[in-house]
C-alpha cells in the first residue's frame, strides 16, 4: 500500500523530471490544493490565466510548452548568453604557450566589454621577435636563451664568406691610410679635383670582387641585414632594412646568380642592390668603401713599380680591347662561362688587388654627388669624407665595367651612377684595421 508521503515523493519526482504528475494531486506535489480534481497527461489543462501576485500585478505562472522557443534575455527562465561579467578582467597571451613568460615575453590583460564579451586584442603582450637582437643580454625570441643566434664580432682579418673552406675570391689586402689629390680632369664626373683629400686609417681590402661562391654562403646563412647602424670613420649609416636577392641567370643572361651552384661560381656577383651590398659587407665583417677609399687604394696609394696619382691601376698605359682585352674586362670584351663578364682575377693585380678596372663597376657608400656640389665635396680640405647628402639618391660606382666603350670610362678617377640590378654593377668591401 502506497503511503502519502510515498505519493508525494513519486510524483514530486514525475514533476522533475517533467514527464508528468498523472494521479497527483496538487497538495502532493507541495503546491496549494484548490480543491480541483486531479488530472492526468490525457485530461486537457483549463488555462486557468494569469494569477495575481502579491504586488498586485499579474504574473503568468503556466509554463511553456515544451518545444517553445526561449529567447535568451527575455524568458527569465534561461540568463542571457554572455561569455562574461561587463568590467571583469583576465590574463591573455597569443602567442605560443610554451613562449609565456619566458625572456621579453609578457602576458596581456582583456576587460569584458558592455555586452559581456572579451575582446579579441590583448592589451599589453610582449610577443617573442623574429629574430635575436645581438649584445643587448634579453631573451628576445622567447626560447630561454640570450644572445644565442649572434655570432661574435669578425676579426678584421676574417671574411665568414671564406671560412675555413675558402671558395674563389678570398683574400684580404692590408692598405694603409694617407693623403692625395682626388679627381682626374681626364676623367668622368671626376672634376674640379680635390687637392686634399685623407684617408686617416688603415684598412683591409678584398683582393677581389665579391664571388658568386662567397655570396651564395651569405645567402644560404640567411642574409641577414646589419642590427646596428655602419660604423665609418667619420660618420655612421643607418643599416638597410632588407636584403633583396639578386636577379638570376634564368631572369637575365646577364645577370651571374642561380639558385644553385652552377658555371659562375667563380665571377662577380651582379644584378644586385646596394642594400643587398651592404648587408653582405656587414655580414662578412666589414663594409662598402667610400669613393675616397676606394679611388685611394686604385690610384692614390703608391704600389711597388707604380707611381701614385696613375690613370689606372697600373700606370698610365691604356688597356688594349683588340683583338682582345689585355688589362681589364671591358669594350664588350668575350667572357666566360655565357657570362659578359670573367673570373675574378683574370688580370694581373696592381699591389695584390685584382678587376679595380672593368669586370663589374663597384658600389661604394657614398651618394653620387658632382664634385662642385659643396654639401659634400668642394674644394676644401677633407678627412674621410662620405657624401650622405639628401635626398640620398643613387650611390657612386667606381672601376668601370665590361660594357664601357672606352679607356677613359674605367679611369681610376672616372665615377658613375649605381643603378638597381644592373648587371654590370657588383662591389668589394673593406674593413677597418
Known amino acids: 500500500m502506497m503511503t502519502a508521503t510515498n505519493r508525494m515523493l513519486r510524483c514530486t519526482t514525475a514533476l522533475l523530471a517533467l514527464s508528468g504528475a498523472a494521479g497527483c494531486a496538487m497538495g502532493e506535489l507541495g503546491w496549494p ?52 561579467t561587463t568590467g571583469a578582467t583576465r590574463e591573455c597571451y597569443s602567442g605560443a604557450g610554451v613562449t609565456r613568460s619566458v625572456g621579453r615575453c609578457r602576458p596581456g590583460a582583456q576587460s569584458c566589454d558592455a555586452s559581456g564579451r572579451w575582446p579579441t586584442a590583448c592589451a599589453g603582450e610582449v610577443l617573442p621577435a623574429t629574430s635575436e637582437q645581438c649584445a643587448n643580454s634579453i631573451d628576445d625570441d622567447c626560447n630561454g636563451m640570450v644572445d644565442e643566434a649572434c655570432s661574435p664580432e669578425v676579426p678584421s682579418d676574417v671574411q665568414r664568406s671564406c671560412g675555413s673552406m675558402p671558395v674563389a675570391g678570398c683574400g684580404l689586402v692590408e692598405v694603409a691610410g694617407g693623403a692625395f689629390q682626388m679627381g682626374d680632369t681626364m676623367a668622368l664626373f671626376s672634376a674640379p679635383v680635390l687637392t686634399s683629400v685623407r684617408v686617416s686609417g688603415a684598412m683591409r681590402v678584398d683582393a677581389y670582387e665579391v664571388t658568386v661562391a662567397r655570396f651564395r654562403r651569405f645567402w644560404a646563412a640567411g642574409h641577414p641585414v646589419p642590427r646596428d647602424a655602419i660604423r665609418y670613420p667619420s660618420t655612421m649609416l643607418p643599416a638597410p632594412v632588407a636584403a633583396p636577392e639578386p636577379e638570376t641567370t634564368a631572369s637575365q643572361s646577364q645577370c651571374n646568380w642561380t639558385a644553385t651552384p652552377g658555371s659562375r661560381e667563380s665571377h662577380p656577383i651582379n644584378c644586385l642592390e646596394w642594400q643587398t651590398a651592404q648587408s653582405f659587407c656587414a655580414w662578412d665583417g666589414g663594409r662598402l668603401p667610400t669613393e675616397a677609399e676606394w679611388e685611394w687604394v686604385a690610384r692614390g696609394r703608391t704600389v711597388p713599380g707604380v707611381a701614385a696619382g696613375r690613370s689606372f691601376p697600373w700606370g698610365d698605359e691604356e688597356p688594349a680591347s683588340t683583338p682582345a682585352c689585355d688589362r681589364a674586362q671591358f669594350a664588350l670584351c668575350a667572357g666566360e662561362d655565357g657570362a659578359p663578364t670573367r673570373h675574378v682575377g683574370s688580370f694581373a693585380a696592381t699591389g695584390s688587388i685584382y678587376d679595380l678596372a672593368g669586370n663589374v663597376g663597384e658600389f661604394t657608400a657614398d651618394v653620387h654627388r658632382m664634385y662642385d656640389d659643396t654639401s659634400c665635396w668642394g674644394t676644401i680640405a677633407r678627412t674621410d669624407p662620405l657624401c650622405v647628402a639628401l635626398p640620398a639618391g643613387f650611390r657612386a660606382v667606381r672601376g668601370g665595367d665590361w660594357t664601357e666603350f672606352a679607356p677613359v670610362l674605367i679611369r681610376s678617377a672616372s665615377r658613375s651612377i649605381g643603378v638597381t640590378g644592373q648587371a654590370s654593377v657588383g662591389f668589394r668591401c673593406v674593413r677597418a684595421r
Open 33 to 84: 490544493d484548490t480543491g480541483g480534481t486531479p488530472r492526468d497527461s490525457a485530461t486537457p489543462a483549463r488555462d486557468s490565466g494569469p494569477s495575481v501576485s502579491r504586488d498586485g500585478g499579474a504574473s503568468d505562472t503556466r509554463a511553456p510548452p515544451r518545444d517553445a522557443a526561449i529567447t535568451p534575455g527575455r524568458d527569465s527562465a534561461v540568463p542571457p548568453m554572455t561569455e562574461c
